[in-house]
């Protein structure tokens, strides 16, 4: 009997918490190219007011570069993302 009382107060605890998980969960961000980048950069000290748009230039990317235009309210930048390490950011207006 003591084991059984056990388990379901384990089982209950176990609601408890996942309920109240749930209740603290705020929805994931909207993962998007423009965000991600924005996000990136922004890390680097760079200012991007009000992210609009990134496009990808295909030209210009290489198989472990890719790169990016990122248009901001306040500029735009070529964004040049390698993977495990910084970005390689330039201003171009």
Same mark, same amino acid.
């Given at each position: 009997?003591? *084991? #059984?009382?056990?388990?379901?107060?384990?089982?209950?605890?176990?609601?408890?918490?996942?309920?109240?998980? +749930?209740?603290?969960?705020?929805?994931?961000? !909207?993962?998007?190219?423009?965000?991600?980048?924005?996000?990136?950069?922004?890390? !680097? *000290?760079?200012? $991007?007011?009000?992210?609009? !748009?990134?496009?990808?230039?295909? !030209?210009?990317?290489?198989?472990?570069? #890719?790169?990016?235009?990122?248009? $901001?309210?306040?500029? +735009?930048?070529?964004?040049?993302?390698?993977?495990?390490?910084?970005?390689?950011?330039?201003?171009?207006?």
């Amino acid at each position: 009997m003591l *084991g #059984a009382l056990s388990g379901s107060r384990v089982v209950a605890g176990v609601l408890g918490l996942l309920a109240c998980c +749930a209740a603290n969960a705020q929805p994931a961000a !909207q993962d998007t190219p423009v965000d991600i980048i924005s996000d990136h950069i922004s890390r !680097q *000290g760079f200012t $991007c007011d009000e992210p609009r !748009q990134a496009k990808r230039d295909e !030209q210009a990317s290489k198989p472990n570069g #890719a790169v990016w235009i990122l248009y $901001c309210a306040n500029a +735009a930048y070529r964004v040049t993302l390698i993977p495990d390490m910084a970005a390689h950011v330039e201003l171009i207006r």
